[in-house]
C-alpha cells in the first residue's frame, strides 16, 4: 500500500540533511508559514548588531546568559533582547526550539525546515553571540527526576487549561480536544526537559532567563532551572508601555509582591505619588486610557451607581457583587486556596446564595470574555443554576454597564484574583478574596483559607454589612499598595513585547545601551540579570536592624478624597 504524504514526512524527518536541503532547494529560504516569519527581525538584526558591537567596548566581560524562547513574537523580542544583553558585554546564549503552534502537531519533517529557517535568520547574531537551536539536543536523561515529572504534568495540565480556557478537562481520554492536547503537551514538554538539563549541564549558564516561566517549554525550563538550582528570571508585560514585569526564581504571573509591601507599606504616599493612583483609578472607572497605559478596563463610561441600580431593578436588600475572572486566565490558573478551581468556587457559591433571599446577588461577568474562545462564567453558573433565583443579577461581558457603578452600592465583594477586588478595598468595600491572588494578605481583604472560614464570613458580613465595611487606616492602605503595584511592582524597560517594533524607532539599541540610556533603564536590566531589587535589599537591611523606615507617620488623606 502506498505511503500517503504525511508518513513520508515523518520517514523523512528522521534521515539526515533531507529537510534541510529540501528548505534550501524548494523553499528558497523561506520559511514554513507566514506565522513563523523573522522577516522583520532580518531586516532589522544587521543594525542590532552593529549598534549593540559599538557598545560593548565600553563594558566589562559579563555573566554567563542563557535566554530562551519559541514561538515566533517570544523569539522575535529575545532576539534583540540577546543583541542587547551581548552589547552590554555579557556572553549570551540565544537559545530557542522553531515551533510555530504550541497546540498542533508538527511532522519532524516539517519542523526541521523551519529550524534552518531560523538559524540562517540567526546566523548574523554569531559575531556577537551564540544562537542556538535546541531541537538537536540530546534528549537526556531518558527517565526525569521525580520532581521533573511531576512539574512537567503539572505544565502540561495547565497548558491545556490555558489553551482551551477550560479548568475542568478530560486529559485521561485521548477522543476528547483536551485529551489530545495534554499528549501533546506532555511529549513536548517531556523532550524539552530532558534537552534542558543536557543543555544546562553541558554549558552551565550564570542565569537563566525565560518570558513566563508558567506555560509551554518557557515553564518547563523555569521547572528544570529550579531543580537544578540554577538561577532564574522570568519576565513579562502588562498594559503600561514602557514597564516590564520581573521576578528572581519565580513564575512573574504570580505578581509576588510580598517584598515590595514588606517595605513598602508603613511609608505614606506623598502628593504627587496620591495624584497619580487617583488619577489611575478614575480613568479606570471612566473607561479611557492613561498615560502609557494601552488598556481599558471596562467598555462603558461610568453613569452612576444609582442609575445602574434602577437599571437593574435592585431594591434595598444588601447587595453582594462578585467579580469573576475569565475562565482559564493565567491570572487564575493554580491559584486556588481551599477550592478546586475558580469553577468550584462560582459554583458553590451560587448554590450558597440561592437560600439566601434576604440579599441580592450580582454575578459581574469579566469584560474580558468579549475577547476570548472559552466558556463564559455565565455557563459555569447555569450548569448549577439553569433558572436564576430573583434575587440574582447576572451582567454579561457585553452588558453596557461599567463595574465601577457597580461598586458604587457593592455591599460586599466576593473575588477570586481579579484586580477588582482591590479596587473595591480602595472604595471601602470589604472583600473576600477566595484565591491566591498579589493583593491577598495585604491587610485590607478578608482571606478565608477553608470552605468553613469562607462561609463564616459570608455569614457574618451579610448578617450586618455596614458593621463590616473597612476603617479608614484599611481603606488608605490598599490606596498605598495599589500605587506600589501599578507604579513600582513593574519597572521601566525601553520595549514592550506588542509594540517594540514601533519603540525602536525612538529607543533604538544604541540609545538604550549608551550611559544616558543605562541611567534611566539600567537597573531593569540589572534586575533581569538577577540583581535583587531595591525593596528586596530594603528588607533585608531592616531585618538587620540597619534601616529603620520612615513610616511611622499615618496617612492624613481623607476618606472623601479616598473616593
Not at 154 to 175: G, I
Not at 214 to 239: C, D, H, N, S
Not at 247 to 255: P, S
Not at 442 to 447: A, I, P, R, S
Request: aromatic letters at 10%; proline letters at 6%; charged letters at 20%.
Amino acid at each position: 500500500m502506498p505511503m500517503n504524504k504525511k508518513a513520508i514526512k515523518e520517514l523523512l524527518g528522521e534521515v539526515p540533511l533531507t529537510a534541510e536541503l529540501y528548505w534550501q532547494i524548494r523553499q528558497q529560504g523561506r520559511p514554513l508559514s507566514k506565522s513563523g516569519s523573522l522577516r522583520r527581525t532580518q531586516k532589522h538584526l544587521p543594525g542590532w548588531i552593529s549598534q549593540a558591537l559599538a557598545s560593548r567596548a565600553a563594558y566589562p566581560p559579563g555573566q554567563r546568559v542563557m535566554l530562551f524562547s519559541t514561538l515566533r513574537y517570544w523569539i522575535e523580542y529575545n532576539t534583540l533582547l540577546a543583541v542587547s544583553l551581548a552589547g552590554l558585554g555579557h556572553k549570551v546564549y540565544h537559545t530557542y526550539l522553531p515551533y510555530t503552534n504550541w497546540q498542533k502537531h508538527i511532522n519532524r519533517f516539517d519542523l526541521r525546515r523551519q529550524n534552518a529557517y531560523l538559524q540562517s535568520i540567526l546566523k548574523p547574531c554569531e559575531s556577537i553571540l551564540d544562537p542556538l537551536s535546541l531541537l538537536e539536543q540530546k534528549s537526556e536523561p531518558a527517565l526525569l527526576p521525580q520532581n521533573i515529572q511531576e512539574a512537567v504534568q503539572e505544565v502540561s495540565l495547565r497548558d491545556v487549561q490555558y489553551s482551551l480556557q477550560l479548568e475542568d478537562v478530560d486529559l485521561d481520554n485521548p477522543a476528547t480536544p483536551s485529551g489530545q492536547l495534554y499528549q501533546l503537551r506532555l511529549e513536548r514538554n517531556t523532550q524539552a526537559a530532558r534537552q534542558f538539563i543536557n543543555w544546562i549541564q553541558s554549558y552551565q549558564p550564570d542565569i537563566i532567563i525565560t518570558p513566563n516561566g508558567m506555560i509551554l517549554e518557557m515553564g518547563i525550563l523555569y521547572q528544570v532551572a529550579r531543580a537544578l538550582k540554577v538561577p532564574v528570571v522570568t519576565y513579562e508585560f502588562g498594559e503600561q508601555r514602557d514597564r516590564i514585569w520581573l521576578a528572581g526564581n519565580a513564575e512573574v504571573m504570580r505578581q509576588d509582591t510580598s517584598e515590595l509591601w514588606t517595605a513598602r507599606q508603613n511609608e505614606p504616599l506623598d502628593e504627587n505619588q496620591w495624584q497619580q493612583v487617583q488619577q489611575l483609578f478614575a480613568s479606570r472607572q471612566r473607561a479611557s486610557l492613561w498615560e502609557n497605559f494601552s488598556r481599558r478596563w471596562q467598555g462603558q463610561p461610568s453613569v452612576g451607581g444609582e442609575r445602574v441600580r434602577q437599571e437593574l431593578k435592585l431594591d434595598d436588600r444588601p447587595i453582594v457583587l462578585l467579580a469573576a475572572n475569565v475562565i482559564g486566565d493565567s491570572l487564575t490558573l493554580g491559584r486556588q486556596v481551599f477550592s478546586a478551581s475558580m469553577t468550584e468556587w462560582l459554583q458553590r457559591t451560587a448554590r450558597y446564595f440561592v437560600s439566601r433571599p434576604e440579599v441580592q446577588l450580582i454575578i459581574r461577568i469579566h469584560p474580558g470574555e468579549r475577547y476570548t474562545k472559552g466558556p463564559s462564567v455565565a455557563d459555569v453558573v447555569r450548569q448549577v443554576l439553569p433558572d436564576l433565583p430573583d434575587h440574582f443579577r447576572l451582567v454579561e461581558a457585553n452588558d453596557p454597564i461599567n463595574t465601577y457603578d457597580l461598586v458604587e452600592f457593592a455591599d460586599l465583594g466576593l473575588v477570586y484574583t481579579t484586580t477588582v477586588g482591590m479596587e473595591m478595598a480602595m472604595s471601602g468595600v470589604p472583600v473576600i478574596v477566595a484565591g491566591q491572588t498579589h493583593y491577598r494578605g495585604k491587610g485590607f481583604t478578608v482571606d478565608p483559607s477553608s470552605w468553613q472560614e469562607y462561609e463564616t464570613f459570608l455569614s457574618q458580613i451579610l448578617a450586618d454589612p455596614g458593621a463590616f465595611r473597612p476603617e479608614r487606616t484599611r481603606v488608605e492602605q490598599a490606596w498605598n499598595y495599589a500605587y506600589r503595584f501599578f507604579f513600582e511592582y513593574p519597572t521601566r524597560f525601553p520595549w514592550h513585547l506588542l509594540h517594540f517594533w514601533n519603540e525602536l524607532e525612538s529607543l533604538s539599541v544604541e540609545n538604550t545601551l549608551s550611559a544616558a540610556g543605562q541611567a534611566e533603564f539600567g537597573p531593569s536590566f540589572e534586575f533581569l540579570l538577577g540583581k535583587p531589587r531595591p525593596w528586596a535589599i530594603d528588607n533585608q537591611t531592616n531585618a538587620n536592624g540597619l534601616l529603620t523606615p520612615a513610616s511611622a507617620v499615618k496617612s492624613e488623606k481623607r476618606v472623601a478624597e479616598i473616593k
